[in-house]
């Protein structure tokens, strides 16, 4: 699948350092069809499988497999619905195969989807894994976690560190195909988008492990490439005891100029410094020996016995020709800008 123009889009998951399954799944869609895109818009999700045997694996891939269908098949034009109505068919239908296979009994999953459509954004969320949303500077999350642990957070009885910490942090208190209905956290309203905001999808593997702010400083200075690879490798040194998987979405045009962009950010402090004194030093010496040259040619220039009158009509030409330019090109640089 082709991904259109507007973004840059990088994901990563890996198994961690204890468990013997990853029942973690992510994906992103977006119809080939021009009409349903510019309807529908393009979506990304993660997913956070739980259940014996092989259960986790198979609900967070009907989860995604089941969102994505049932919403871009939806005749439902607002979007908020169409997310809910998508995720209530995730949720019957993860339900009624774990009651038709005791193999898969119990299983269950987290859900979290971020759709960009027609510069905004809409989020649909059940579960602990989160959506983050990083510009100029600041890092917001976007959705709340339905765990045991952030409830308490929420009442004050204890703090997001400790939260981190806490024998019950992989404790939910809502998920996809549990029971018959599930309730879908859905956005108010859309969130209106703008060119460099970077959307930042996980699971608890990561977010339990890696702060929100140390998230936004990796995102914030690498490519999303890059980013996802970091944010992964920091989750694993730290323990890495849970599934984790990551899906950054940077709002841009090209990947080559993003990437140019964020490796010029990262590194580039001190080199834009050092570049900029060498061009000004430049320009000096360049202005003086210019300067220098004028005032030698004026020594060596022989003066006439006689001067003529000077020739006013190719004179005048060359000046209006001369502005000419410089209008043009002022114009130009203004343009661009």
């Given at each position: 699948m082709k991904i259109r123009r507007g973004i840059v889009l990088s994901n990563l998951t890996d198994i961690g350092l204890e468990r013997g399954l990853n029942e973690d799944y992510y994906g992103y869609f977006e119809p080939e069809d021009e009409t349903l895109f510019a309807r529908k818009g393009r979506l990304v999700i993660v997913a956070?499988?739980?259940?014996?045997?092989?259960?986790?694996?198979v609900a967070s891939q009907v989860a995604f497999e089941m969102v994505r269908d049932a919403y871009f098949e939806s005749p439902e034009e607002d979007p908020r619905q169409a997310l809910v109505d998508a995720f209530q068919s995730?949720?019957?239908?993860?339900?009624?195969?774990?009651?038709?296979?005791?193999?898969?009994?119990?299983?269950?999953t987290t859900c979290s989807a971020l759709l960009l459509k027609d510069d905004q954004a809409f989020l649909a969320h059940v579960g602990d894994s989160r959506i983050y949303l990083t510009?100029?500077?600041k890092i917001l999350q976007l959705t709340q976690d339905h765990s045991v642990v952030m409830d308490k957070v929420r009442e004050g009885v204890l703090t997001e560190a400790e939260a981190r910490h806490h024998a019950e942090r992989?404790?939910?208190n809502r998920a996809i195909g549990v029971a018959p209905t599930v309730e879908v956290d859905v956005s108010s309203l859309p969130i209106p988008t703008y060119e460099g905001d970077i959307f930042v999808?996980?699971?608890?593997?990561?977010?339990?492990?890696?702060?929100?702010?140390?998230?936004?400083?990796?995102?914030?200075?690498?490519?999303?490439?890059?980013?996802?690879?970091?944010l992964v490798e920091l989750a694993k040194s730290r323990g890495g005891y849970d599934n984790i998987t990551i899906q950054i979405v940077k709002l841009a045009d090209e990947l080559k100029k993003t990437k140019e962009y964020e490796i010029t950010a990262e590194r580039g402090g001190r080199r834009r410094k050092r570049l900029f004194k060498v061009l000004i030093a430049a320009l000096i010496l360049a202005l003086i020996l210019t300067a220098g040259l004028l005032y030698l040619r004026k020594l060596q220039r022989p003066r006439p016995a006689t001067p003529g009158p000077s020739p006013p009509k190719q004179t005048q030409n060359t000046v209006t020709n001369s502005s000419s330019v410089v209008r043009g090109a002022v114009r130009n640089r203004r343009y661009a800008s």
């Open positions: 956070d499988g739980m259940g014996g045997h092989q259960g986790g694996e995730a949720n019957g239908a993860i339900y009624d195969l774990a009651r038709s296979n005791s193999a898969l009994e119990g299983m269950g510009r100029e500077g992989n404790l939910i999808l996980c699971s608890d593997g990561l977010s339990t492990l890696v702060a929100a702010e140390e998230i936004r400083d990796v995102v914030a200075n690498q490519h999303p490439q890059d980013a996802c690879k970091m």
